[in-house]
């Protein structure tokens, strides 16, 4: 089991940006898929974007076309730590962003953070 701490969300106006970060306690990401997830008020939880750990290289990246182009996940192997950086924020961004991780062979995220919240302001 991998423990994920998230951290860096905030309060931020339209068109800025924010940096999310994902660190995990109890064992490395190796060998793990790590995604980003949000959930607005009173909306499903939907996939934003996620990253396969990889020892060497920036690791095989994959996003949601609402923010394709805007959002960055990267990771840092030495602490351990996934970012999400989040650029050019629109108020439908708005939401608790979650990260979690799962095996690579597996289908399902079983390990999840306790969210963080993002809000956007006009």
Same mark, same amino acid.
């Given at each position: 089991q991998v423990q994920l701490v998230e951290?860096?969300?905030g309060l931020v106006q339209a068109g800025g940006s924010l940096r999310l970060s994902c660190a995990a306690s109890g064992r490395t990401f190796s060998g793990y898929v790590v995604g980003w997830?949000?959930?607005?008020?009173? !909306?499903?939880?939907?996939?934003?974007?996620?990253?396969i750990w990889s020892t060497? &290289?920036? &690791? %095989?990246t994959y996003y949601a076309d609402s923010v394709k182009g805007r959002f960055t996940i990267s990771k840092d192997n030495a602490k351990n730590t996934v970012y999400l950086q989040m %650029?050019?924020? !629109?108020?439908?961004d708005t939401a608790v962003y979650y990260c979690a991780a799962r095996r690579i062979a597996a289908t399902q995220y079983d390990d999840w953070g306790q969210g963080t919240q993002v809000t956007v302001s006009s």
């Open positions: 951290s860096g969300g997830f949000r959930q607005a008020p009173g !909306k499903e939880r939907e996939f934003v974007a996620r990253i060497w &290289g920036s &690791g %095989n %650029n050019s924020l !629109k108020l439908e």
